[in-house]
Structure formats: C-alpha cells, structure tokens
T-cell receptor, first 114, second 111 residues
C-alpha cells in the first residue's frame, strides 16, 4: 500500500531536549516536505527536499533541521525544542514528474513541548 | 509575502450547495488547489486548477477562478454529511515545490 508514515504519532517533551520525527515513504517519490498545522494558520511549510541531498527552506524553517540521505526518509530534527513549536506536524511526498500529482500526506505527529 | 485567505467556518444543510471562498496574493502562482482534511487525518488533494483556466468541474465539485481579483471558490453540489471536514485552499509555484496554504474552512453539514 502506497503510504507516508510518521513516527511518533504523539510526543510530549520538555524544552531543550533534542528530538527527531521520522518520515518515510514507499512510493519512490523524489519530493518530500514538512508542514506544521496550527489553529487559524493552516499549514505552513517548514522545509522541503527535491531529491537526495537537496533540501530548501520553506516559510517557517527557524528552529528546525532536516536531512535527506536516502530517498525514502526525510527526518525532521528539533535540536532545542521550545513551547512555540507545539503543533501538529505533517510530512508529505510526491513525484514532481507531474507537478499536479497528488501530494501524499502522512497521518501527522502531534508534538507538545512543555 | 504570499498569502492565502479563507473564511474559517461554513454551515450548510444536507442537500444544499456549499461554496467555500479563497483569495490569494501571488499573481505568479501557477496552480491553485483544494485539499480536504477529515478529523484525525492528513490532507487529501480534492482538485486543482491551472492559473490560465476559469473553471473546472469534477463530479460534484466546481472550481471557479477569477484571476483578476485573485479569487478562487469551491462549490460542492448536493452536500452530504460525509463532506464535513476542513477545506484548504492552496497556491503553488510552477515547479510544485512550494505550496502556500490558507488557514482552512471548517464545513459543517447539518442533517
């Protein structure tokens, strides 16, 4: 089954404790992206990657890092989480061969930073 | 910077038509999208329209684009309770790499 998986689905942590949210897709997609969803603000793009070792900032990259060492994985790293990073995070992937191809979204990771 | 705005709530009766509106600021956007998010789930692409089109129809969905006013709308005919969800308008660049989303419109369908 074609899917994007994220782990963990729920996470409560404390300020300053480094964490990684993993994202994996099994569709051999070149493009992957991370978004955060906050009430009243919709989805905002954090980082995206057009292919292995190619990443670029979205609209709200501050406080986040990403890496793309393999095509299927695109982890989101919070080196020193702060309470304003409490949010619902979505990973997505698509093949840019057709720019209107469906962007497949993961189920989301709800992060709370105390 | 680019911005996408939409009203936050819409309530309709089952069987009526729903119209969700959206305005955007980036006149260079190539693609405009409508996504649906059901409770506890990620987003699903419902439909999209190229910026050089005025209208697109797909079964119960009709998308209208007024490029001059930078206004996009999604009409859902014969709205059903299963259509209750959050609907996001989004604009995308030519490469499809950067997507700007609106805040989402929560559609309530009353039986």
């Amino acid at each position: 089954e074609a899917q994007v998986t994220q782990n963990p689905r729920y996470l409560i942590t404390v300020t300053g404790k480094k964490l990684t949210v993993t994202c994996s897709q099994n569709m051999n997609h070149e493009y992957m992206s991370w978004y955060r969803q906050d009430p009243g603000l919709g989805l905002r793009q954090i980082y995206y990657s057009m292919n292995v070792e190619v990443t670029d900032k979205g609209d709200v990259p501050e406080g986040y890092k990403v890496s793309r060492k393999e095509k299927r994985n695109f982890p989101l790293i919070l080196e020193s989480p702060s309470p304003n990073q409490t949010s619902l995070y979505f990973c997505a992937s698509k093949s840019p061969a057709g720019v209107t191809d469906t962007q497949y979204f993961g189920p989301g990771t709800r992060l709370t930073v105390l | 910077g680019e911005d996408v705005e939409q009203s936050l709530f819409l309530s309709v009766r089952e069987g009526d038509s729903s119209v969700i509106n959206c305005t955007y600021t980036d006149s260079s956007s190539t693609y405009l999208y409508w996504y649906k998010q059901e409770p506890g789930a990620g987003l699903q692409l419902l439909t999209y329209i190229f910026s050089n089109m005025d209208m697109k129809q797909d079964q119960r969905l009709t998308v209208l684009l007024n490029k001059k006013d930078k206004h996009l709308s999604l009409r859902i005919a014969d709205t059903q309770t299963g259509d209750s969800a959050i609907y996001f308008c989004a604009e995308g660049d030519t490469g499809g790499f950067k997507t700007i989303f609106g805040a989402g419109t929560r559609l309530f369908v009353k039986a």
